[in-house]
């Protein structure tokens, strides 16, 4: 195969086509959608050499010079498909963190590997204080860190504690008479760090809001491992499509933080369709909403990953 053939670009994507796996309040959603094209995402593959890597810094080069574009603000490159880095081509990465620097862009590297990282120190592009650029062991927490810093630039951003108390579903049931009477089903409980609020395999007995704090979704792995698959901020809710499906639970969650949620048992929906039906009815269709939000976003990411 003539490697100078193969674009080391397998994808060209930005924040608003891929997000993180934190799960976010509606408004914060919305915000980080309109802004995300401030982050510029490759994804790489192959055998980088100075070929590959020269043309590379020239589709950056090209994509933050665009006038008629958003401002890139946070550019990462993820090398999770890359198979190795030639010594030459540090020399155009190299290149690019100058050109980065020289537009006030933070440079953002996921996925590399320890012999790539080792290589890149060797050139002094990677330094011990991880300052430029930045370096995170996946592109999950690339995207999560960008995210963080767009949010603190949101304007008029609500605080944790102010948060409509069920997040995403208040804000739903607002727009109706019937969502008032929620609350007499409700549960209010407080959790503490690492306590565990859902445990893989168990029934589906219930589904949570989180009012404020977090929670993180974890897979059991073999050999005892555990990966995290998702972060639940204040606003969100876990737990529902167990109770939904009727099915035992998926995943384990458990609270990163002090954090407090309210708990809908499936006894109390059962009440709710049996005794206000309007209520229950309001319920169900906020839930849609929810639902077809989360689903929403996932299509527009297969789309651009298809393009």
Not at 130 to 155: I, S, T, Y
Not at 187 to 203: K, W, Y
């Amino acid at each position: 195969m003539d490697l100078s053939r193969v674009d080391a670009v397998k994808h060209t994507l930005s924040g608003s086509d891929h997000t993180s796996h934190v799960e976010r309040s509606h408004d914060q959603r919305n915000y980080l959608k309109q802004q995300g094209e401030r982050i510029y995402l490759l994804e790489l593959q192959g055998f980088i050499f100075f070929g590959t890597a020269n043309t590379l810094v020239e589709q950056m080069r090209e994509r933050c010079d665009d006038p008629n574009q958003t401002r890139v603000e946070f550019a990462i490159l993820d090398f999770r498909r890359v198979i190795g880095i030639d010594s030459s081509a540090v020399l155009s990465l190299k290149r690019l963190q100058q050109l980065m620097r020289a537009r006030r862009i933070t440079l953002i590297f996921t996925n590399l590997a320890e012999k790539a990282i080792w290589k890149l120190r060797g050139h002094s592009l990677l330094d011990s204080t991880n300052v430029d650029p930045l370096l995170f062991d996946d592109l999950e927490q690339g995207l999560e860190w960008c995210e963080e810093r767009l949010l603190a630039q949101m304007p008029n951003a609500v605080e944790e504690a102010n948060l409509a108390p069920l997040g995403d579903l208040g804000s739903l049931l607002a727009k109706g008479e019937p969502g008032a009477e929620i609350w007499q089903y409700l549960e209010r409980q407080e959790l503490s760090a690492s306590q565990t609020l859902i445990a893989e395999g168990t029934p589906p007995m219930d589904m949570y809001f989180v009012q404020s704090g977090q929670v993180s979704v974890y897979l059991q792995l073999p050999e005892g491992r555990t990966l995290r698959i998702r972060r639940m901020n204040a606003g969100t809710v876990v737990g529902e499509i167990g109770v939904y499906l009727d099915i035992p639970r998926t995943a384990t969650v458990v609270a990163e933080e002090a954090t407090v949620v309210y708990r809908l048992s499936r006894d109390a929906l059962n009440a709710m369709e049996r005794d206000a039906p309007a209520v229950a009815s309001a319920f169900h269709r906020a839930m849609v909403c929810i639902q077809g939000e989360r689903l929403a976003s996932l299509n527009s990411l297969v789309r651009a990953l298809l393009r």
